[in-house]
């Protein structure tokens, strides 16, 4: 009996040691540094601790063993209480262990993107950018004309193109709201569309702060005294849509091609926006100018001359022509 006993007890501190050296041996692979030599950005694919592991070993996080992957999958179980693993797009220091691998899968911040939308951007050329932004997920239809807030937006991976689009969308109805409670009344402009329409086209016209303002009340006289808005912008993009440059300066033949948009020939603003205005153009159609100015032309120097009188315009036309022939080549 006594035999019996002690053999008993032999193979009990054998699986007692054979226990502890497991558990040893299962905390030094989930304690180990890991194989990355720096930090690296990997996305972590839906469908939890396979698909989380597939995901870091093909990227090296992991090192390619026997014995990882039971152990990361004992490992995810035992500290399940610290809550689920995310599938997103995670940055993982060099080095990383397990234990580190594990807490970046649970309360690691995903990887921001950011896509920037410039102010005069054309519906197409947007729709483009929005196209070609990396991380973004499935299609989308091009948005209207106007219907984007210019702003740079925030995102993450797998992000649906058509979801950022909403977004970017919502921004310009609050945007263009704003403007529109807020504004100077005028009679020419008769809803938040001929609002956005007159910020379009001056965003189109001018990149000076300080002119804005100025074109509006520009555009805002003609309107009320019935002249053609002679835009050269709305010609442009009556010819092209907003696909970009035309390439050529503008012709006698194009200023005089009727299009719709082409407001030396039609009469008011245009049917609709040439452009996504921001936030200072729209602020600059609700809260134009003082002033009687009818006319304005390029200076050669980034901005504009204004003036009332057509002979004063005319003077400022020479000036510029005068410019352009004296300006080195």
């Known amino acids: 009996m006594r035999r019996v006993l002690a053999g008993l007890g032999i193979v009990f501190l054998v699986l007692v040691l054979s226990g502890l050296a497991g558990i040893g041996f299962g905390m030094w692979v989930f304690t ?15 469908g939890g601790e396979g698909s989380a592991y597939a ?8 090192p390619d063993d026997a ?6 999958r004992i490992a995810v ?9 995310h599938a997103a797009e995670l940055t993982f220091p060099a080095h990383a262990s397990m234990q580190q691998i594990l807490f970046v899968l649970r309360h690691g911040r995903p990887v921001i993107h950011r896509l920037t939308i410039p102010e005069g951007r054309s519906a197409l050329q947007i729709a483009a950018l929005l196209a070609d932004a990396p991380a973004l997920d499935g299609t989308f239809t091009s948005p209207t004309e106007g219907s984007v807030m210019p702003l740079t937006y925030d995102y993450e991976w797998g992000m649906s193109r058509a979801a950022l689009l909403e977004r970017m969308q919502r921004a310009m109805a609050r945007a263009l709201s704003h403007a529109w409670d807020g504004r100077v009344p005028d009679p020419a402009i008769a809803d938040p569309q001929a609002l956005l329409v007159l910020a379009s086209m001056i965003e189109r016209e001018t990149a000076v702060a300080e002119e804005r303002p100025m074109v509006a009340r520009v555009f805002l006289n003609r309107l009320h005294q019935g002249m053609r808005l002679q835009s050269d912008p709305t010609v442009v993009y009556g010819i092209n849509q907003g696909a970009g440059p035309l390439g050529h300066a503008l012709s006698h033949t194009d200023l005089t091609t009727s299009t719709p948009y082409n407001t ?9 926006p040439i452009c996504s205005p921001g936030a200072a153009s729209l602020e600059a159609a609700a809260h134009p100018a003082d002033g009687d100015m009818l006319y304005f032309v390029a200076n050669g120097h980034g901005g504009h001359d204004f003036a009332s009188s057509l002979g004063d315009h005319n003077r400022h036309v020479s000036a510029f022509r005068q410019h352009q022939t004296s300006a080195p080549k």
Request: a positive charge; charged letters at 15%.
């Open 32 to 46: 180990r540094p890991g194989p990355l030599p720096d930090a690296r950005v990997v996305v972590v694919a839906k």
């Open 55 to 62: 995901s870091l070993r093909a990227a090296g996080v992991f």
């Open 67 to 72: 014995w990882t992957h039971p152990v990361f």
């Open 77 to 85: 179980r035992l500290t399940r209480p610290d809550g689920a693993l």
């Open 264 to 272: 030396y020939v039609i009469p008011g603003l245009p049917p609709g």
